[in-house]
C-alpha cells in the first residue's frame, strides 16, 4: 500500500519547481485542479500526522489523555 517512489517522485516534482510551472502555463481548470490536489495532499498530510500520533502513543498514558480530550 505504501509506496516510496511516488513519495519521492512527489518530492522531487514539488521540490523542482515544475508543479509551480506546470500551473503557471495551464488552463484555468487544470490550475482548479491543482489545487484541489494540493488541498487534498494537506488534508492527507493531517490525517498521516493524526494517524501517527495514535500509533505512536497508543497504550500510553499520554496517549489516553489524547482519548479523553478527543471524546470531550
Known sequence: MLSEKFLDDLEKYL???NLEKDFEYSSEERRLEILDYL?????????????????????TELGQ???INAQK
Not at 48 to 58: H, P, Q, R, V
Open 15 to 17: 521540490k523542482s519547481g
Open 65 to 67: 489523555i489524547f482519548e
Open 39 to 59: 488541498e487534498r495532499l494537506m488534508d492527507l498530510a493531517e490525517l498521516a500526522d493524526e494517524t501517527a500520533t495514535k500509533i505512536i502513543f497508543k497504550n
